[in-house]
Every structure is written in C-alpha cells, then in structure tokens.
C-alpha cells in the first residue's frame, strides 16, 4: 500500500500546475505553470468573483469567464517563454477556452515552441482576422491566413474576410473547418481536392461564390448548410453523391448537376424556395426523402434515363411550369407535360402550364377535377379511349379551347367539364359512343332524345327535332348565345326549377318556334311571350332588321343557322363565311 501511495503521490507532483496569484497575469497573459516539466500553457484570463452563483470555480477559488473577453484584446503575442518566480517555462500549449469570449482579438501571433491546442481555444473570438506562427515552428504553419497541421487545415480564423484560397497542399476540406465563417465571400479551391467532408462551410453567411474541384468526388452532408448568400453552384462530373441537408437553407436560384451524378440525399436542397433551375441528369438513380420539398420556384423538370428511386415528399411543394421524362425511364412517362407512372396509370406530378394540344392517355385510372382549367392557351384536347368519366371542371375557363375529341368509352361527362370555354362550339364524340352524341353545340343523350350540354361557344342553336326533353340550366354559360330555335310545335320537357335560359342575363338572345307555338313554349318555359319570336325567320330582313343580303333563304349546317344567297353564305348577323 505504502508503495502505491508514493507511486500516486509522484504522479501527482510530476503534473501539478497552479494558476497565477494575481488577476494580472504575466505581461497580460495568464497562464498555467508546471513545475516538473518547466512548461507553460496559455489558459483563459482569471478573475476574482466573490459571487459564486455567477462565477466558475476553479482551482478552489471563483473566476469569471466573461473577464476574457475584456482581457484579451487588439493584436496578442504569446512569448516562446515565460520566468516566473525565479523559473523559466517554455510556453507550448494554449488550453483549452483559452480565448474564450475574447470578441476584441483581432490578431494572435503564436511562438515556434507552441506544440498543442487545447478544445475551444478560439470560442467566441468572432473577430480574429489573422493567426500568424514562427516559421521554426516544427508541427503548424500559415498559408493563405489558414492554420495548417502538416497538409491539413487545422483552423481559419473566425474573422478572416473576403477572398480565401486554400493552399495547394491540401487535399481535404475538413468537418466544420469553415463553419460559421461569417465574412467569407469566395472560396478559391484547387484541383487536387478530394474531399469536403460534412459541414465544411456550414453557416458561411456571406459565401456568394466558390468553385467545387472536378476531383471531388462527394459533396458530404450540410456542407453548404445555411449559406445564406450561395446563389449558384456548378457540381462537376466526378461528384458521384450529394449528402443529408448538403444545401437546406442556401439561397441557391441554380445548380448545375454534372453526368456522373447518382445519387441525392435526403433534405438535399429541402425547402429552397428560391432555387428555379436545376438539372437532373441522366446518371441519377435515386432522390432522398424531402431532397427537394418545399422548392416551389422550380420551373422545370427533367427525370433522366436511369432515375430508379424517389424518397417519401422528395418533390412535394413543387409544381413546374413544365417536365419532360427520358423515354427509357423505367419508372415514369411523360405525356402533355403531365408525368405518369410508367403504365400511365396513376398521375404523379402535373405542370404550371401545358402545350397547345393535349392528350390524356386511356390507361389513367382517374382525371382529377379541374386537371386543365384555366390553361388559355390549349386549343384542342384528345381524350384517349379507355376514359369513362369527364369529371367536374376538367376544361373550364379555357378560353382557347375549340376543338376537342371524346372516345366511345366516355360515359359520363360533367355538367361543368366546360363552364366558361366560350370559344368551343362544337366537340367530336366518336360515332360509337353509347351515352353521348354531338349536333352542333349540342351534347345530347338517350339516343338523341335529352340535351345534356350546350357548349358555352354557342352563338346559334337549331334543337333537332328528335329532343324531347332537356334540363332548365343547359344553356346558363351561354353568353354568346343570340338565336335558339326549336322545330317541334310540342316543347321539350322542362326538367330543372331553374329559370330557362335565366332570360334576364341574356336578354340578346333571341327563341324562335314554329308558328302557333308561342304560347306553348312560353308557357312550358316560364318566359314572357315578348321573348318569343313566331317561327323561325325565313331571310336576313326579318332575322335582323338589315338589307346587306337580299332574296336570301335560311338553311341548317352543322346545327347552325346559315343564310344563303346564291354561292355565298352568311351567318345570322349578315357575316360573310368564307
């Protein structure tokens, strides 16, 4: 026991130290002293504080951190050696939170002799712009204002501003090594970089431009996390893998994605609302969860040949102006812009906009509602066969909607699937169609007995005489709608409450029955007499009042009302049809 006491006791001695008696150090600095090894470490500034609640308690007496960062200020030299007591020390540590708090250092020169850093050194010293070391210094040196440990970058002063370069000698950007680097705004790296491990510029606020080495192979996880000022960014070929949150929280507008990338991490690029251009290239095979969530400023998109995999809400929050999927993509199509599953079965995402003439494939299960509304620009739409339904609101409000082409298979199409498309005046139902049938405007049902829809293009309508029956609210949308004929003196039957035609927001149009069938209609219609004209007009005099056609007649073509005169014809208000 004896034996082991002393073994201890001689430990103990042989690594005693004991901080400085007095608040002012030695020429400033403090220090922490051994005895048996006549080395010094720096450690932070001590400060008598009686008030323990506040204070840290160190060595059995009460010091206060915060008298650091009052301490240590401007441009601080450590000496390569410190006499104290009659006692040279060779200063070769700074310990750990030596600097702590000090937020007024703003230049640290550092001895030959310095050998270790303790954990923390430099906490909160937000404005050190420059570490400078003793060119005899055998392990650290600097470079381009970089600490370098051998071929490493082993610190960047926290206030270092402006342009950086790394030396050449590195080959790895290490974890963290710029993180929260608050005035670097470029950062020069050469070819012959490796890596750049995960958050290597991690917080770099100011980072507006930096250049990624074509021989980097991985862009590891948050390396770019929070560069709020990183708009664009080109990833070269080599880079096979972009990591978790490698770019969450930049300000990036556009990425160019090199071939030879294939893989994205999850949060990738999670929730850059800014980013508008990126490009997926043919090499990628997968995409993370919530790698682009969130990116609702995306403006298009393109699913490469060898894409395989998309996380759970990878592209949730975007909807592109347009997408485009590589033909030989074995997990999507792509038709109209609208991409698919590969049988086309299911949608998957669906554009901002769509081309002139769309197409919606007879594999889909299921049209949502509203799936074209309010795209102005398409002009004609092909419903392919194998549809059943056209559901609610599918086409309203497109106005330059003039020709569409309706299968056999359709059954039901919606009261509203056209609302407002009031340049359709007309639409192609296959002649196999069981349900539905089209005579000019007109969409009837129950072998040409029932209007169904009357498109709200319509100017002129001839209602064949094989209707019997339609319902009140058929002609509501119809706001071009000027001339109504009937041909039967027996009115259809009247099956909706609503007012028909709501006379009142169309007073131009004009009912024309066959004579003797005033009162009937009106009567069947809730419409006063006054708005009902007595058989159909036989020329253009009494259809108008106007003489520009004389010794006309009066024919049916396509469901409209043609007025004749020799060769030539013209509509109901005297326009010449070419």
């Given at each position: 026991?004896?034996?082991?006491?002393?073994?201890?006791?001689t430990?103990?001695?042989?690594?005693?130290?004991?901080?400085?008696?007095?608040?002012?150090?030695?020429?400033?600095?403090?220090?922490?002293?051994?005895?048996?090894?006549?080395?010094?470490?720096?450690?932070?500034?001590?400060?008598?504080?009686?008030?323990?609640?506040?204070?840290?308690?160190?060595?059995?007496?009460?010091?206060?951190?915060?008298?650091?960062?009052?301490?240590?200020?401007?441009?601080?030299?450590?000496?390569?050696?410190?006499?104290?007591?009659?006692?040279?020390?060779?200063?070769?540590?700074?310990?750990?939170?030596?600097?702590?708090?000090?937020?007024?250092?703003?230049?640290?020169?550092?001895?030959?002799?310095?050998?270790?850093?303790?954990?923390?050194?430099?906490?909160?010293?937000?404005?050190?712009?420059?570490?400078?070391?003793?060119?005899?210094?055998?392990?650290?040196?600097?470079?381009?204002?970089?600490?370098?440990?051998?071929?490493?970058?082993?610190?960047?002063p926290?206030?270092?501003?402006?342009?950086v370069?790394?030396?050449?000698?590195?080959?790895?950007?290490?974890?963290e090594?710029?993180?929260?680097?608050?005035?670097?705004?470029?950062?020069?790296?050469?070819?012959?970089?490796?890596?750049?491990?995960?958050?290597?510029?991690?917080?770099?606020?100011?980072?507006?431009?930096?250049?990624?080495?074509?021989?980097?192979?991985a862009i590891?996880?948050?390396?770019?996390y929070?560069?709020?000022?990183?708009?664009?960014?080109?990833?070269?070929?080599n880079?096979?893998?972009?990591?978790?949150?490698?770019?969450?929280?930049?300000?990036?507008?556009?990425?160019?994605?090199?071939?030879?990338?294939?893989?994205?991490?999850?949060?990738?690029?999670?929730?850059?609302?800014?980013?508008?251009?990126?490009?997926l290239?043919?090499?990628?095979?997968s995409i993370?969860?919530?790698?682009?969530?969130?990116?609702?400023?995306?403006?298009?998109?393109?699913?490469?040949k060898?894409l395989?995999?998309?996380?759970?809400?990878?592209?949730?929050?975007?909807?592109?102006?347009?997408?485009?999927?590589?033909?030989?993509?074995?997990?999507?199509?792509?038709?109209?812009?609208?991409?698919?599953?590969?049988?086309?079965?299911?949608?998957?995402?669906?554009?901002?906009?769509?081309?002139?003439?769309?197409?919606?494939?007879?594999?889909?299960?299921?049209?949502?509602?509203?799936?074209?509304?309010?795209?102005?620009?398409?002009?004609?739409?092909?419903?392919?066969e194998?549809?059943?339904e056209?559901?609610?609101?599918?086409?309203?409000?497109c106005?330059?909607?003039?020709?569409?082409?309706?299968?056999?298979?359709?059954?039901?199409?919606?009261?509203?699937?056209?609302?407002?498309?009031?340049?359709?005046?007309?639409?192609?139902?296959s002649?196999d169609?069981?349900t539905?049938?089209?005579?000019?405007?007109?969409?009837?049902?129950?072998?040409?007995?029932?209007?169904?829809?009357?498109?709200?293009?319509?100017?002129?309508?001839?209602?064949?005489?094989?209707?019997?029956?339609?319902?009140?609210?058929?002609?509501?949308?119809?706001?071009?709608?000027?001339?109504?004929?009937?041909?039967?003196?027996?009115?259809?039957?009247?099956?909706?409450?609503?007012?028909?035609?709501?006379?009142?927001?169309?007073?131009?149009?004009?009912?024309?029955?066959?004579?003797?069938?005033?009162?009937?209609?009106?009567?069947?219609?809730?419409?006063?007499?006054?708005?009902?004209?007595?058989?159909?007009?036989?020329?253009?005099?009494?259809?108008?009042?106007?003489?520009?056609?004389?010794?006309?007649?009066?024919?049916?073509?396509?469901?409209?009302?043609?007025?004749?005169?020799?060769?030539?014809?013209?509509?109901?208000?005297?326009?010449?049809?070419?």
């Open positions: 026991m004896r034996a082991v006491l002393l073994a201890l006791f430990t103990l001695m042989a690594i005693h130290t004991f901080a400085q008696p007095n608040k002012d150090g030695i020429d400033g600095i403090y220090y922490n002293l051994n005895i048996s090894s006549l080395t010094a470490e720096v450690t932070f500034c001590h400060f008598y504080d009686d008030d323990a609640e506040n204070s840290y308690l160190y060595d059995g007496a009460y010091w206060d951190y915060a008298y650091s960062q009052y301490k240590y200020r401007g441009e601080l030299t450590i000496p390569e050696s410190v006499t104290y007591d009659g006692k040279t020390y060779k200063v070769t540590a700074l310990g750990s939170n030596s600097m702590y708090g000090c937020n007024g250092l703003i230049k640290l020169n550092l001895p030959a002799t310095l050998a270790t850093f303790g954990d923390g050194w430099t906490t909160g010293c937000s404005l050190l712009q420059a570490v400078t070391i003793d060119a005899n210094n055998p392990t650290y040196r600097v470079e381009n204002g970089i600490v370098l440990k051998g071929n490493d970058i082993y610190y960047v926290m206030g270092i501003a402006g342009t370069t790394v030396p050449e000698c590195v080959k790895s950007i290490s974890n090594v710029f993180g929260n680097h608050k005035s670097i705004s470029k950062i020069v790296l050469h070819n012959g970089i490796t890596s750049i491990l995960e958050g290597a510029f991690n917080g770099c606020s100011a980072l507006s431009e930096i250049n990624i080495p074509t021989s980097v192979t590891e996880g948050r390396t770019f929070n560069c709020t000022s990183l708009k664009t960014i080109i990833i070269p070929s880079v096979k893998s972009i990591g978790v949150h490698a770019f969450t929280g930049s300000a990036l507008e556009a990425v160019t994605l090199s071939e030879g990338l294939t893989t994205i991490g999850n949060y990738a690029f999670y929730n850059i609302t800014s980013l508008e251009s990126i490009n290239p043919n090499s990628l095979t993370g969860n919530n790698a682009f969530k969130g990116c609702s400023g995306i403006k298009a998109l393109h699913f490469g060898n395989k995999s998309i996380g759970e809400n990878a592209l949730e929050g975007i909807n592109a102006d347009s997408y485009t999927v590589h033909e030989e993509n074995t997990l999507y199509s792509c038709v109209s812009g609208i991409v698919y599953n590969k049988a086309k079965s299911e949608l998957a995402f669906i554009p901002k906009s769509f081309p002139d003439e769309v197409t919606i494939p007879g594999t889909l299960n299921e049209i949502p509602e509203g799936l074209f509304s309010w795209h102005n620009n398409i002009t004609t739409a092909t419903i392919e194998g549809i059943k056209i559901p609610d609101d599918m086409f309203t409000n106005q330059g909607l003039t020709t569409v082409n309706i299968p056999a298979s359709v059954e039901s199409i919606s009261w509203t699937a056209f609302d407002w498309c009031m340049a359709l005046e007309s639409v192609n139902i002649s169609n069981a539905y049938s089209c005579v000019g405007p007109l969409i009837l049902t129950d072998n040409g007995t029932k209007i169904d829809l009357c498109l709200p293009g319509a100017a002129e309508v001839v209602v064949p005489t094989t209707v019997t029956s339609l319902y009140g609210d058929v002609f509501i949308v119809c706001e071009n709608l000027r001339s109504l004929t009937f041909q039967t003196d027996t009115p259809p039957a009247f099956e909706e409450t609503l007012d028909f035609l709501e006379l009142g927001e169309n007073d131009k149009c004009t009912i024309y029955v066959p004579k003797g069938a005033e009162n009937a209609y009106a009567s069947a219609f809730g419409l006063d007499i006054s708005s009902i004209k007595s058989s159909s007009p036989t020329s253009i005099e009494e259809a108008t009042g106007h003489s520009k056609v004389r010794n006309s007649r009066l024919i049916s073509e396509k469901g409209k009302i043609i007025i004749q005169k020799e060769g030539d014809k013209y509509s109901l208000y005297g326009t010449k049809i070419m």
